[in-house]
């Protein structure tokens, strides 16, 4: 069927669909020409008006906005809560929770713990951003800006530091989409993350497993700060007797930590039928488990238990610090030969299953006649043979999944 002037006639649903289709191009115009940014709201608009439109530097009053946003977002993520535990994030009106925006939020929070911790107990909610240069480049609805800034903390100046940011334009306003640091720092940071995601958190959200990372870098670099506070304050002056021994304490755990074969221990402790378990449990860990990052870290004595001219039993407190921290209580017997304290005993120092298995095997077998000596090595057979079984029945588990 022709119609008018020769023009094919279009049926009735075919002019419906091009009606609705021109009233929606042309209220999104009215909208785009009226408010702009209500349009970049809208389905499908965003994308158009960024694919069809140049590169362009943004105005000046523009410039001021992104890097006042910029700034404001900065500031929240360094002091949004206490140091002390995992801060959890949400989103803001003017930043997107995402995997980029997060892994920016814990890291300048944990910059700003750690200076806080540098600084010697700086006021943490003081902790800001001030920005210094911000180049920005408009397309569309959608910004990139490279913003140069310097991060204080108590209002003395810290670090200064660079990052990239992408931001978006809405109704409401701009709004940052992503936030990328530029430094060694940051770098390091993500790789770390994804290695103490890969072996201990796995399983979790994105944010839940960021907080406890955080938890635990920060609470281990208040140990270190405590640390080295204490060797400041012991610098320079004479050892005391609970020093000397909360000093062998501290050398002892991290020895066990750290150790990929069975450790040396003759300068500072005897090796016999009350300290072997130790060894043993050492023994097993360097030949089955790999080796554990670790850092000496520093002793308390919280009790005499026992004491006479030669020889004192005390139960020590001990953190080494190992991912945050590895607290415990441990009980110690030191002897005084020639004026130099030696460990000579030790009851069930370390708070994890294989130490637990060795000391219930050992009593055991003691129960059943067996000599202490006897009892100790046929207690480290059946310890190590439960770990080689355990570990079998992972990697089968890990196989089959």
Known sequence: MIGKLGQASISKPGRMTAAALAFIFIGAGCIFAVRPALAADIPGINKIVY???????????????????????????????????????????????????????????????????????????????????????????????????????????????????????????????????????????????????????????????????????????????????????????????????????????????????????????????????????????????PPTRAQKGYADITEIINETDEQITALVYVKTIIDGGVGQTIRLTYRLTDGKYKIVAYFNPWDDGLDQNLQQYAEQYIKQGMRRSEANQKAYEKARAGVIERLKFLENLNNKA
């Open 51 to 289: 694919a069809l439109s140049p590169a362009v530097e943004p105005s000046q009053e523009v410039q001021d906005n992104i890097a006042e946003t910029i700034q404001g977002v900065l500031s929240q993520f360094i002091s949004n809560a206490t140091w002390k535990v995992g801060v959890r994030f949400k989103s803001g009106e003017d930043w997107e929770l995402n995997e980029d925006t997060l892994l920016a939020a814990y890291y300048l929070h944990f910059e700003a713990a750690s200076a806080e911790l540098i600084n010697a107990g700086k006021p943490f909610a003081l902790a800001n951003v001030a920005v210094k240069h911000v180049e920005t480049e408009q397309k569309g609805f959608r910004y990139a800006a490279t913003v140069t800034y310097d991060i204080l903390v108590g209002g003395e100046y810290y670090v200064t530091e660079t990052a990239n940011a992408q931001l978006e334009e809405s109704a409401k306003g701009i709004y940052i989409t992503s936030l990328n640091i530029i430094s060694e720092g940051f770098e390091a940071y993500k790789e770390y993350l994804a290695e103490y995601d890969r072996l201990e958190h796995s399983g979790g959200t994105l944010d839940e497993n960021i907080a406890t990372y955080n938890a635990f870098l920060i609470a281990r670099q208040s140990a270190l700060h405590e640390l080295e506070q204490r060797q400041q304050a012991a610098s320079g002056t004479e050892i005391s007797r609970d020093e000397q021994l909360e000093e062998l304490a501290a050398e002892l755990c991290y020895r066990y930590w750290s150790a990929t074969k069975e450790p040396d221990m003759r300068d500072i402790m005897e090796r016999n039928d009350d300290t072997e378990l130790w060894f043993l449990t050492v023994k097993i860990r360097a030949e089955l488990f």
